[in-house]
Each structure stands twice: as structure tokens, then as C-alpha cells.
């Protein structure tokens, strides 16, 4: 359950710690933690290629975020991750990651920052900007 969080940048540093939780022991229960910081309707959209649309929605809805974080290119031993800033960004919340995707022998590391949107006690939407070149596929 999530604790009740006094303020925007909480609970989404809340968040964050149960994700990781739920990466690093991959139980049922954890991942049902990290549900309850999301609303049923959460969308994850990605900042889009040059064209007319500036975004790429990824994920509409609080089940296929959390089938996603299960997937496993994001298990903990794939995907480590380091928050580098998180700090109140207008009514969004801003975190700055360096992520280290372990994969074929080697680490691949790259700069991600996400805008995480809270409404009502909880996050309705994340809006993340990354360089997918070179992402392997998973």
C-alpha cells in the first residue's frame, strides 16, 4: 500500500523505491505495491521522432506499466538505476536517471529523464525523455 505522501516529489521518490524493490525480488506482492502508486488510466509516453505527433504513448493503463516492469529486460540484474536529481518541476516532478542496461557481456549507459504527473495522491502519468538508439529490443 502506499504510504500517504505529503507532497508530489514523496511520492514519487516512494515510487521509485518500490520499483526497484519489485525489479531486484520479482514477487507478486511487490509488483501489487508498486501498483498502488498508479492510477488505473496511467499513461507512459515517450518524446517522439521528428513528425507531427511529439509524443509516443507506450503504455495506457496501470496493467501495462506494471507488465512492462516485469518484462525481463527490466529485472534488476538487465537494468540498474541511479537517480541522479528529483526535484519539484512546476505541479510535475522531474527525475533525472542514469540507467545501466547490463546486456550481452557488456554496459550500456544513458542519461534518461521522466516528468512524473501526480494527481489525487497518485501518479497518472510519467513522460519520459531518452535515446532509444541502440536499445535492444525486450
Known amino acids: 500500500m502506499v504510504q500517504e505522501a ?22 507478486a506482492q511487490d509488483f501489487e505495491a508498486v501498483r498502488a502508486y498508479f492510477h488505473p488510466d496511467a499513461t507512459i509516453q515517450l ?12 503504455h495506457r493503463s ?3 506499466i506494471l507488465e512492462r516492469l516485469r ?7 538487465s537494468l540498474t538505476t541511479e537517480d541522479v536529481n528529483v526535484v519539484l518541476a512546476g505541479e510535475d516532478v522531474l527525475v533525472e536517471q542514469r540507467s545501466t542496461l547490463h546486456h550481452d557481456g557488456r554496459d550500456l549507459v544513458s542519461m534518461v529523464c521522466h516528468l512524473f504527473t501526480v494527481r489525487d495522491g497518485r501518479i497518472s502519468g510519467i513522460r519520459a525523455y531518452r535515446n532509444d538508439l541502440g536499445l535492444p529490443q525486450g
Open 6 to 27: 505529503s507532497d508530489p516529489v514523496t511520492l514519487v521518490t516512494g515510487y521509485l523505491a518500490a520499483a526497484q524493490q519489485a525489479r531486484t525480488s520479482r514477487d
Open 47 to 58: 518524446a517522439a521522432a521528428w513528425g507531427h505527433d511529439p509524443w509516443r504513448v507506450v
Open 62 to 64: 496501470a496493467d501495462e
Open 71 to 77: 518484462a525481463p529486460i527490466n529485472t534488476a540484474t
